[in-house]
């Protein structure tokens, strides 16, 4: 299969490139489009072998639900049952914008789609492309990120390029995206709200808007043996080639620790990278790529890190842990699920 991809402004979409990319949606290809958290790969949700497509290009195993995504409020009234004053209140603040939420699924949505659950999970993603690319389709689009299944997120066209090229048919450049990690995960099928995965909408925010909100066990690191509502929770994800040792606790102990394995690696002749939030850390490995020091820029970094590391053919990433509050929930859930070992100190 060759893989067609071709630039649109991202501020200024031009018509025939959108109408473009939306045939290939309604004829059951797969594309890959930028939305404001990373690149997804579409095709039409409602059309099982459309989706099983995506499936097939990502390795993605089949009971791996996937987050359909709408360009109108009201589409959520087709495509979910039981929507109740919080589903409304809820999406009403984060809509359009990085929230998914989970719901229970109408009869429209194939069980393709939900990973053979009873459940849905529904965005509405704010970037001008996405929008746009649904809304001329004119139909949903089932869209997880549009990478090899278990590589890092893409968060570029050129991300999307390394890990699908030949496997898919049309990659649509919008440039960077903004936020660099994935949508917010909420489940609002239960009785209680519970975070899923948290992401863009931090659990803060959530909280603010609609009072209890739950954290589901496994964001904390635990096994569970509950249903997997949402993508992100049964396997694990966003791991580059290289592996990766997060070492959280007091800054001075990670440091000091990051410069210990640091020194043991080197002597076994690996090829070491330190991922760091301090610019003036000790320049001794192989590669040391700073990320930023806050969390927005943390995020937006994370993702195209791990792929130069790649890159450079690092075996071994030492990585800092920061602080869980606000967005740094969302990039330590990413770091956790990417890490090889996990050290405290």
């Known amino acids: 299969m060759q893989t067609k991809t071709f630039k649109v402004n991202p501020k200024r979409p031009e018509p025939s490139k959108?109408?473009?990319?939306?045939?290939?949606?309604?004829?059951?290809?797969?594309?890959?489009f930028p939305t404001e958290t990373v690149y997804g790969l579409g095709a039409n949700a409602l059309d099982p072998t459309a989706v099983k497509k995506i499936f097939k290009a990502k390795g993605r195993p089949v009971d791996n639900?996937?987050?359909?995504?709408?360009?109108?409020?009201?589409?959520?009234?087709?495509?979910?049952?039981?929507?109740?004053?919080?589903?409304?209140?809820i999406t009403q603040k984060f809509w359009p914008g990085p929230l998914t939420v989970v719901l229970k699924k109408s009869k429209a949505v194939p069980?393709?789609?939900?990973?053979?659950?009873?459940?849905?999970a529904i965005?509405?993603?704010?970037?001008?492309i996405a929008q746009l690319l649904i809304r001329e389709s004119d139909t949903p689009i089932a869209a997880p990120s549009a990478n090899f299944s278990g590589r890092p997120s893409p968060t570029t066209a050129e991300h999307v390029l390394d890990d699908l090229k030949g496997r898919i048919n049309l990659i649509v450049d919008g440039g960077k995206t903004r936020i660099g990690i994935e949508s917010t995960v909420l489940d609002l099928s239960g009785k209680i709200p519970t975070l899923l995965r948290p992401g863009g909408v931090t659990l803060e925010q959530l909280r603010k808007v609609i009072g209890r909100v739950d954290i589901h066990p496994i964001i904390s690191g635990k096994r569970s043996g509950s249903v997997h509502r949402s993508p992100g929770m049964k396997y694990r994800h966003y791991s580059p080639n290289a592996r990766i040792i997060l070492v959280e606790g007091a800054k001075n102990k990670v440091n000091s620790k990051i410069l210990e394995l640091l020194s043991s690696f080197k002597k076994q002749g690996k090829r070491v990278g330190v991922m760091t939030m301090e610019k003036s850390f000790p320049n001794n490995a192989d590669v040391k790529l700073y990320v930023g020091s806050d969390h927005e820029k943390i995020a937006a970094n994370l993702f195209k890190t791990f792929r130069e590391f790649d890159s450079k053919k690092i075996d071994i990433v030492l990585a800092h842990g920061i602080s869980r509050q606000g967005l740094g929930l969302g990039i330590m859930n990413r770091l956790s699920k990417a890490a090889y070992k996990k050290t405290k100190v």
């Open 123 to 128: 965005r509405m993603p704010k970037n001008k």
């Open 111 to 120: 069980k393709t789609t939900t990973g053979n659950l009873d459940t849905v």
């Open 18 to 32: 959108i109408r473009q990319a939306a045939k290939a949606i309604r004829h059951g290809k797969l594309v890959a």
């Open 65 to 89: 639900p996937l987050i359909v995504h709408i360009s109108d409020r009201n589409d959520i009234l087709f495509l979910a049952r039981n929507i109740n004053p919080i589903v409304r209140k």
